[in-house]
Each structure stands twice: as structure tokens, then as C-alpha cells.
């Protein structure tokens, strides 16, 4: 299917790596084409993180529990799946990308969002696109699908409809009759509640969600009704965000006073990327690449990095934290600073991290950041973050010794010299 060129204001290309995680493994394994696959948690309590389209046809959808997958397609082959290998190659489709694009944005670990406005003045945006499709194909072996339209909506629902392993060109003349005939769950931020919701009020297509007033769907949801009217309707001028635009994620601390407490620099970092973290999925982004820093009494600086696959939970994070810091620290002298970067950031969801995570992992940290949305970032912390009460008591004793010492030390000078 492909609609005809057209000239308008802006065009975004929309690229999306079908059944990504699939058909890597489809690389690795070419015995597993053409048969239903499911990635995800292998324990019956696990979650599906993906599918091939073979199981699809079962009724098997990404997030679904492993359990009920299996049992809705039971020749399925599992896979536990390999974020280092996805993250691999996401990382190389990226920076072909980033060579070609004169602006992009990686919106997850398996799509890209390309603002190519005014190309057709010198060359064809449909005909870059294209060649940039295909060599990507060429060089990866992995199916690709592309929408390019006038806004990053209608092309995101473009690339949908190309799927699989195809592409279509929406031009402006066009986007009303592409959209009408399409369910309304096609629009992206029309999530199960609101598609529900929206169904039990008689609404099914997109065009019967854009033929009622705005002002009814903005007394039934807020904000968000004027949103999805907007969207019904094509019109959405959300802006294609740089890669590079934001590139980290940080904290430091310099401590009130120099010190080789192991346990103490841990349960302060431990708080560093609860905070980091939080931070992540509040921007409903992921972290591919952490870093510890610390600086010794003398000012000495050193940093430490690993490449992960991408994640922003905290357990993942606070495993990968306290593994650099042990390899960092290794002169035994005072430490004055200690600090936590996460880089690499791409827009996405927890849902590319859970191969060892079950359902109420993922629904615990929604509650865990709900609560701290509601009551405060400190509202809920990990207990291995934050002193216990003993703890704390110990700390003051401490500190109430070291003062008397250093009393008893001023009284001894100032008696000697008196004599």
C-alpha cells in the first residue's frame, strides 16, 4: 500500500523494527523462522516482552503473563531473551541513522522518529526514506517498517499499517481518509482504560472519535480529550526531540566530612539511584550506560562506567552501582564526594526490561512511584538506602565520641602549655 507525494509543512519519518527482539534471535537462530516465538520471563509468573507474528494468531500479546501465553499457544518456542544483543543492534540502526538524519529522535530501543521537512525540495522524501529502509535491511538483515507523514501520529499509525516490513506515505491531502476507517486503539496514546471507555460510549473508528465535539471528550477526560481529538482529527505538533538533547542523568554528594565507610558510601549511592531512577521513569525514559564517580580527600577524581542494556529499575541499577563502586574503590584512602550518572537515554518504558521480572514487579514499582507522586521523591525508599534507627544512634555516638576526643585533646595542649 502506498499513498502518493505530496507537498506539505513538515514530513516525519517514522521507523519501526518489527517483532524487534524476534527477529534478532531469528539472526542468531534461523530454525526459528516461521514458527510462533515468545520472549519474556520464563517462569509461568513471567511477563511476554515479545512475540513473532506466528503467535500473534494465538491471541499471545506483549505483556501478557508467560503462563496464559503458553497456554494459548503451546508449541510456542520461549526464548528468556538477550537485552545485550537487542541493545547491540539497536545501537548500530541508530547511529546509521545518525550518519543519513539531520535530525532524529530514538524514541525507544526499537524506533526512531526522522524530521526530513523541506527535503523534497532537493531530493524526494519518499525516495530518502525509501533508500534509508533499505539499507538498513542490508546492513542488519532485520525487518524494518516506515510511515512518513505530516506528524509524528499519523506516521507512527502509518508504520503500523506497513507492517509487516513495509512502507507508506500519508500526505496531507490524505490523512483524514487514511485515519477514518481505523480502529481508535491505533492512536498511540489511547491506552486499555480509554479504549474501553471510549467503546462503551459507542466509539469504534476514528472518524466517529473525531466527528464529536472536543468539548465532550474534555468534560469526560480533561486534557487528555482535547489530545486524542486533536490526534483523531491528524493534527498533532509534538516536535521530533534531538537524541542528544538531553544526555545524562545525575547526582553528587560531597560529604559534610571525609570518610572510608564502605557501608555508608553504599547506602548514600544506593539513595543517589533510587533518585536517578525515579527521575527516568518520571521522564518515561531508559538508561543504557551508568557511571560511579568518586573523589578521594587529596581531590584525586575517578570515574567508572558500564554498558547495559536498557532498564529503569532501580534493582537492575543499584546491582550495576554497587559493582562499579567495589571496582572503583581501591586505595582505602578517605572519600570526600561520591557520584552516579546515568547516560545513553532513549524515550521508552519499563516493559524492554522484564525477562526476570513478573507482573507485581512492575505493578509494585508503579505503586512505589505513584506514592511518591503523590506524598513525596522520599515518600517510599529502599530500607538499604537509608539509615535504620540503630543506625542512626550509632552515628550520633560516634560522632559525640570523636567531638569528646578531639575536647580532651585541646584540654591536653592547653594544660601542657600551662605548665
Known amino acids: 500500500m502506498m499513498f502518493t507525494a505530496g507537498n506539505t509543512e513538515r514530513s516525519i519519518l517514522h ?33 511476554v516482552s515479545s512475540c513473532s507474528y506466528e ?38 540502526i541508530t547511529d546509521i541513522i545518525a550518519e543519513r538524519s539531520p535530525l532524529y529522535e530514538k524514541s525507544s530501543i ?8 523541506g527535503m523534497d525540495r532537493f531530493y524526494g522524501c519518499m525516495k530518502w526514506s525509501h533508500e534509508l529502509r533499505r539499507y538498513i535491511i542490508k546492513e542488519t538483515g532485520l525487518p524494518v517498517s516506515a510511515g512518513l ?27 483524514l481518509c487514511f485515519l477514518d476507517p481505523l480502529s481508535i486503539n491505533k ?21 466517529t472519535l473525531r466527528s464529536i465535539p472536543a468539548e465532550l471528550l474534555e468534560r469526560l477526560m480533561g486534557k487528555n480529550g482535547i489530545e486524542i481529538w486533536k490526534r483523531a482529527n491528524g493534527i498533532d505538533t509534538t516536535p521530533v526531540i534531538g ?14 566530612k571525609d570518610t572510608t565507610d564502605t557501608e555508608m558510601l553504599k547506602q548514600l549511592l544506593i539513595s543517589m539511584v533510587e533518585k536517578n531512577a525515579y527521575e527516568l521513569r518520571e521522564q518515561e525514559k531508559l538508561t543504557s550506560c551508568v557511571t560511579v564517580k568518586i573523589r578521594y580527600s587529596n581531590f584525586d577524581t575517578h570515574t567508572i562506567q558500564k554498558r547495559i542494556p536498557y532498564t529503569a529499575f532501580d534493582h ?83 560522632q559525640l565520641e570523636n567531638t569528646a576526643r578531639e575536647q580532651q585533646m585541646i584540654e591536653d595542649r592547653l594544660y601542657k602549655y600551662a605548665i
Open 316 to 398: 537492575v541499577l543499584i546491582e550495576v552501582s554497587k559493582e562499579l563502586f567495589n571496582r572503583l574503590y581501591q586505595r582505602r584512602m578517605r572519600i570526600r564526594l561520591i557520584g552516579v550518572r546515568f547516560s545513553c537515554l532513549v524515550r521508552g518504558v519499563q516493559q524492554l526490561d522484564i525477562f526476570d521480572d513478573t507482573p507485581e514487579k512492575v505493578s509494585l514499582y508503579m505503586a512505589i512511584d505513584n506514592m511518591r507522586r503523590r506524598f513525596g521523591q522520599n515518600a517510599v525508599l529502599r530500607a538499604a538506602g537509608v539509615m535504620t534507627s540503630a543506625e542512626r544512634e550509632k552515628k550520633v555516638l560516634k
Open 110 to 117: 526499537d524506533e526512531h522518529y526522522i524530521d526530513i521537512s
Open 15 to 47: 521507523l519501526d523494527l518489527d517483532t524487534f527482539f524476534v527477529s534478532v534471535e531469528r539472526l542468531k537462530n534461523s530454525r526459528l523462522v516461521g514458527k510462533p516465538v515468545i520472549i519474556g520471563g520464563m517462569s509461568d509468573r513471567g511477563v
Open 149 to 175: 507523514s505530516i506528524n509524528k501520529t499519523v506516521s507512527k499509525i502509518a508504520t503500523g499499517e506497513a507492517k509487516p516490513n513495509g512502507e507508506i506515505r500519508v500526505n496531507q491531502r490524505q490523512v
Open 187 to 207: 492512536i498511540p496514546m489511547i491506552g486499555t482504560k480509554t479504549y474501553h471507555i471510549l467503546r462503551s460510549m459507542g466509539i469504534s473508528t476514528i472518524y
Open 243 to 256: 537524541y542528544s538533547q538531553q544526555k545524562s542523568i545525575s547526582t553528587e554528594h560531597t560529604l559534610e
Open 55 to 92: 503467535a500473534r494468531k494465538y491471541g499471545v500479546n506483549s505483556g501478557m503473563p508467560m503462563k496464559m501465553a503458553k497456554n494459548m499457544c503451546p508449541e510456542a518456542i520461549t526464548i528468556r531473551g538477550d537485552m545485550e544483543a537487542y541493545t547491540g543492534y539497536s545501537d548500530i
